[in-house]
T-cell receptor, first 110, second 115 residues
Framework: QQPVQSPQAVILREGEDAVINCSSS?????VHWYRQKHGEAPVFLMI?????EQKGHEKISASFNEKKQQSSLYLTASQLSYSGTYFC???????????FGKGTKLTVNP | DAGVTQSPTHLIKTRGQQVTLRCSPI?????VSWYQQVLGQGPQFIFQ???????GRGNFPDRFSARQFPNYSSELNVNALLLGDSALYLC??????????????FGEGSRLTVL
């Protein structure tokens, strides 16, 4: 089951904030966030695990609500470098199959 | 250190032909995953291998097959190509399996065009 992301696209000015949401109709064991710039490979942002553990190395925060089967990515004081398409992924039943959503295209303008 | 390398970067095939895509993971990474990305969509999971064993398979027909070699490099084979197989094929490696903790490192991909 593919996670559903919203919004599909968002346009910001530098310094503004944005929230990208990811939800699933199936139980989420973990949520994985990646960013892909145009013409480039996806780059890891963060993994959120059940129990609240987070693993990431970007100055981006996220939340994971296990009961609601939702995750949100918070981009504060956005920079031009934040532009790209953000994908959330969920593992299927604890397997190795990582299923990505359709993505949210973020554009940050000067 | 070298990242994930894929070859070829671009290729054009005709319907019915066969294609082999290659991937070399980051040194020390034992897990390799393959994804198909159609323009405007998220990557779709095809296969995952860990320590040379298949650990996951996505909803792709049997025309798609893969294997992992003793040096952890991997090949993805697609037989009897269809127009719908045109896509960017991404390879990703990770230190451990994807489940819960595995950060994926993606290569730049192989762009396949089927005419």
């Amino acid at each position: 089951q593919q996670p559903v992301q919203s919004p599909q696209a968002v346009i910001l000015r530098e310094g503004e904030d944005a929230v990208i949401n990811c939800s699933s109709s199936k139980a989420l064991y973990s949520v994985h966030w990646y960013r892909q710039k145009h013409g480039e490979a996806p780059v890891f942002l963060m993994i959120l695990l059940k129990g609240g553990e987070q693993k990431g190395h970007e100055k981006i925060s996220a939340s994971f609500n296990e009961k609601k089967q939702q995750s949100s990515l918070y981009l504060t004081a956005s920079q031009l470098s934040y532009s790209g398409t953000y994908f959330c992924g969920s593992l299927q039943g604890g397997s190795e199959k990582l299923v990505f959503g359709k993505g949210t295209k973020l554009t940050v303008n000067p | 250190d070298a990242g994930v390398t894929q070859s070829p970067t671009h290729l054009i095939k005709t319907r019915g032909q066969q294609v082999t895509l290659r991937c070399s993971p980051i040194s020390g990474h034992k897990s390799v995953s393959w994804y198909q990305q159609v323009l405007g969509q998220g990557p779709q999971f095809i296969f995952q291998y860990y320590e040379k064993e298949e650990r996951g398979r996505g909803n792709f027909p049997d025309r798609f097959s893969a294997r992992q070699f003793p040096n952890y490099s991997s090949e993805l084979n697609v037989n009897a190509l269809l127009l719908g197989d045109s896509a960017l094929y991404l390879c990703a490696s990770s230190l451990v399996g994807t489940a819960n903790t595995g950060e994926l490192f993606f290569g730049e991909g192989s762009r396949l065009t089927v005419l």
